[in-house]
C-alpha cells in the first residue's frame, strides 16, 4: 500500500512538471498574485474566472492552473495591508497590525520578506500535512459536529476580543455588535426579517466586502488624506535584498513559532465553516499569548507578521482535506473547487484517495510548487511593490480609492454596496480617532451568522446537552482561558473606580458622543428585536445584551475613568489596529468631512456619467482641486485609471457596472434624433 501511494506520488509529480502543466500552474500564480494585491478581490474571483477555461485541458494542467492562482492569493494580499492598510481581502486583515506600523517606520522590506518566508513555510507545511493526513483524517472528521463548530466560532470571537489590549471593555462591545451586524436581513430560523428597516438592499444582510473596506481601508486612506505624508514616514530605509533577508532571518529565528502557527492554521483549515477571517485572528492571538514580550505586539513587532501569514497560507492544505475527502467545501472557494472536480468527472469521496489518487497527489504537487514559485516572485519583486510607500499621497490616493470603491462594488453589485462602504467608513474613521478596536467588529461580524446557524443546528439536534460533549468542553475551557484575564481586571478596576469617594466627571467633549450614541443604537436594536419570534431573538437579543452592558460600562469609565477611558492599564496599546502613538497631533475633523465629501461626490457622479468615466472625473478633479497637482498630470493619471480599469474589470473579470443616467439618458435621446 505504502509503495503504491508513493508511485502515484511520482507519477503525479512527474505529469505536473510537463511543460503545458507547469507553464498552467506559472500563469495561476501570476494571477492569484495580481488578484491578491487588488484591494476587496479574492480568490474566489479568480476561481470564478478561471474555471470555464479549463473545461477543455487535461486534469492536470486544470488543477495545476486553479490551484497555482488559488495558493498564492494569500501571499499577494498582504502587500496593500502593509503598504496601506489596507488588507487586500478579510483574510489579510491581522497582518496589517503589525506590518503596517512596520512600513511606516520605514521597514516594509524587512515586512515584506517575513510574510513571504513566513507564507512559504506554511503553505509547505500545510501541502505536507495534507499529503499525510489525507488517508487517516476520515474517522476524526467524522466526528466534527455542529457542537464542536459552534464551540470552535466561540473560541476564535474571545480571542480577538482580547485583542483589544487595554480596552477589553470596548473590544467585547464592538465584537457583540459586529454580531448583531451579521444577523441583519433574512437570515433568522423561520425567515423573520431583522433590522432591514425596509430596505431591499438589507434583505440579504450586509455584504462583507464593503463591510470590510469601510471599517479598515477609508480610515487609513483618509489618514493618509490628512496628513500628506507618504505611508514610509520620515527616512524609511531603500527596500534592498538586505533588508527582506533581513525578514527571512527573523523567520527562522522564530521557527519554532511558524511552525505551530503553520500547524495551527492546517488544523483549523481542516474543519469547514472555518474561514481565513477566523484562523488568522486564532493564529494572532495565540502568538501574543504564547511568545515573549507581548506588549510589544502592535507597535510593529515582526512576529505580528510571522504568524498570521504562517497560518493563513496553512490553511490552504488543511481546506483540501473535507473538500478532497469528504466533499465537504470548507469554504466558497472550496465550493469552487468542488464544481470544477464534478466537472471534470471526479468525485470527491473515497474515490479521490483510491482510483483517482494520481488526481490527489497532482493537487498536493501543484499546492507546494505554487508556494515555492510564489515567494521566488514575491521576493524578487518585492523591491518594487515596496516604492509604493514612497509615492506622494495626492498621485496615490484618488488610485487607490477608485480601486477600493469598485471592490466594494464587487459585494453584490448594487448601489447599496457603495453607500454601505461609505457608511462604514465614518464608522470606522470614528472608531479610529476615538480608539475603539476595529478587529473585533469584524471578527464578530464574519462569525456572527455561522455561530447563529450552528446554535440552531446543535440545540435542534441535542437540547443543551451539547455543551457537555468532551471536546465541547476542551474548548469551552480554552475560551475561558481566553476571557479570565482580562475579565478579571474589568471587574477588579470597576469595582475599585466605584469606591472612590472623589469620582471626577470628565468634561464633555464632542468626541465623547460617540459611546453614547453607540448606546442609544444598540438600545434601538432591542427595543425592535423584542418583537421578534422567540427562536430569531436568541442569539440577537445575546449579543445586543452583551453590547449594552460592555458599551454602558465603557462609557461610564470614559466619563470617571482614569486613563484615556480604559479600565486596564496593563498589556498592548489600546488600539492594536493601526496604533497612532501618542505623541502624533490629533487629526483635524475638517480634512475628514472633506475626505468623505470626495466620496459622496464620486459617487453622485457615478450616478450621473456612469462609474469608468467617473474615475477621470474624480482623478482630475481630485489631484487638481484638492492636491494642486498639475492638469495634464492629472489628465494622465485619470486616464490611466480609467483605462487599467476598462482592461482588468470590465473586459477581463467581466464586471457588470451600475445604470446611470446617461446610460439610461442616452438610447432614449438616440431614438429622439432618429425620429426627428
Known amino acids: 500500500m505504502q509503495t503504491d501511494m508513493m508511485s502515484m506520488a511520482v507519477h503525479a509529480l512527474v505529469m505536473l512538471l510537463q511543460p503545458m502543466s507547469l507553464a498552467m500552474l506559472v500563469v495561476g500564480v501570476m494571477l492569484g498574485l495580481a488578484i ?46 502593509i503598504l496601506f492598510g489596507v488588507p487586500g481581502h478579510v483574510g489579510a486583515a491581522a497582518t496589517v497590525i503589525d506590518g503596517h506600523a512596520m512600513a511606516r517606520r520605514g521597514e516594509a522590506g524587512r515586512a515584506f520578506g517575513a510574510g513571504f518566508a513566513a507564507s512559504l513555510v506554511g503553505g509547505l507545511v500545510g501541502a505536507f500535512v495534507l499529503f499525510l493526513s489525507i488517508p487517516v483524517l476520515r474517522p476524526i472528521l467524522l466526528m466534527v459536529g455542529s457542537p464542536e463548530l459552534l464551540a470552535f466560532t466561540i473560541f476564535g470571537m474571545s480571542m480577538v476580543a482580547t485583542l483589544a489590549g487595554r480596552a477589553p471593555l470596548k473590544g467585547l462591545t464592538v465584537a457583540a455588535f459586529g454580531t448583531m451586524l451579521a444577523l441583519v436581513g433574512d437570515k ?60 527571512v532571518r527573523d523567520v527562522g529565528r522564530n521557527w519554532w513559532l511558524v511552525v505551530r502557527c503553520s500547524l495551527l492554521g492546517t488544523g483549523l483549515g481542516a474543519i469547514p465553516g472555518i474561514g481565513s477571517a477566523v484562523i488568522d485572528w486564532i493564529a494572532y492571538g495565540y502568538a501574543q499569548r504564547s511568545e515573549k514580550n ?122 447599496g454596496d457603495l453607500i454601505s462602504l461609505l457608511g462604514f467608513g465614518v464608522l470606522g474613521w470614528m472608531m479610529k480617532i476615538r480608539k475603539w478596536p476595529r478587529p473585533p467588529l469584524v471578527l464578530g461580524f464574519v462569525v456572527g451568522e455561522t455561530f447563529e446557524r450552528y446554535l440552531f443546528i446543535s440545540t435542534q439536534l441535542y437540547g443543551w446537552n451539547w455543551v457537555f460533549r468532551p471536546a465541547v468542553i476542551v474548548i469551552l475551557c480554552g475560551v475561558a482561558w481566553a476571557l479570565w484575564s482580562p475579565m478579571r481586571r474589568i471587574v477588579h478596576d470597576t469595582i475599585a473606580r466605584m469606591r472612590q469617594p472623589n469620582r471626577t466627571r470628565r468634561p464633555f467633549t464632542l468626541g465623547g458622543l460617540f459611546t453614547p450614541a453607540l448606546l442609544l443604537v444598540i438600545l434601538g436594536a432591542i427595543a425592535i428585536a423584542s418583537t421578534w419570534p422567540r427562536p430569531a431573538q436568541l442569539v440577537a437579543m445575546t449579543a445586543s445584551c452583551v453590547a449594552l452592558l460592555m458599551c454602558s460600562l465603557a462609557w461610564f469609565d470614559e466619563v470617571y475613568g482614569g486613563n484615556a477611558g480604559m479600565l486596564v492599564q496593563a498589556g498592548p496599546p ?63 493619471l485619470g486616464l490611466g485609471v480609467t483605462l487599467f480599469c476598462w482592461v482588468v474589470f470590465h473586459t477581463l473579470l467581466h464586471v457588470t457596472w451600475p445604470d446611470s443616467m446617461l446610460g439610461d439618458a442616452w438610447p432614449a435621446l438616440r431614438t429622439l434624433t432618429g425620429f426627428l
Open 36 to 81: 491578491g494585491v487588488l484591494p476587496g478581490m479574492s480568490g474566489i474571483v479568480g476561481l470564478a474566472l478561471l474555471i470555464p477555461f479549463t473545461y477543455d485541458m487535461n486534469t492536470t494542467s486544470s488543477f495545476a492552473l486553479l490551484l497555482g492562482m488559488a495558493a498564492v492569493v494569500t501571499s499577494s494580499d498582504f502587500v496593500t495591508a
Open 188 to 247: 433568522a430560523p423561520g425567515g423573520t426579517l431583522r433590522w432591514t428597516f425596509s430596505t431591499e438592499y438589507l434583505y440579504e444582510g450586509i455584504s462583507l466586502i464593503p463591510f470590510t473596506l469601510g471599517i479598515f481601508a477609508l480610515p487609513e486612506l483618509a489618514e493618509l488624506a490628512i496628513r500628506g505624508e507618504t505611508i514610509a514616514r520620515g527616512d524609511a530605509e531603500d527596500i534592498s535584498l538586505s533588508s527582506q533577508w533581513e525578514g
Open 294 to 415: 507581548p506588549e510589544l505586539f502592535g507597535t510593529g513587532d515582526v512576529r505580528g507578521v510571522i504568524a498570521p501569514e504562517a497560518s493563513n497560507n496553512a490553511k490552504e492544505g488543511g481546506h483540501l482535506v473535507p473538500t478532497l475527502a469528504f466533499g465537504v467545501p470548507s469554504g466558497a472557494s472550496m465550493a469552487l473547487l468542488l464544481g470544477a472536480l464534478l466537472m471534470h468527472g471526479l468525485t470527491p469521496g473515497p474515490d479521490m484517495l483510491t482510483k483517482h489518487l494520481d488526481v490527489t497527489y497532482a493537487i498536493v504537487w501543484s499546492l507546494t510548487l505554487a508556494h515555492v514559485i510564489g515567494a521566488a516572485i514575491c521576493l524578487t519583486g518585492s523591491r518594487v511593490l515596496a516604492k509604493v510607500a514612497r509615492i506622494p499621497p495626492n498621485l496615490l490616493l484618488p488610485v487607490v480609492l477608485c480601486l477600493v470603491m469598485v471592490a466594494a462594488y464587487q459585494g453584490t453589485h448594487d448601489w
Open 574 to 636: 489600546p488600539n492594536l489596529a493601526y496604533h497612532v502613538p501618542h505623541d502624533e497631533p490629533e487629526l483635524p475633523a475638517r480634512g475628514a468631512v472633506a475626505f468623505f465629501l470626495w466620496l459622496i461626490g464620486f459617487i453622485l457622479v457615478v450616478v450621473l456619467i456612469g462609474f469608468l468615466p467617473a474615475m477621470s472625473v474624480f482623478v482630475i478633479a481630485n489631484m487638481t482641486l484638492a492636491h494642486r497637482r498639475p492638469a495634464w498630470q492629472a489628465a494622465m
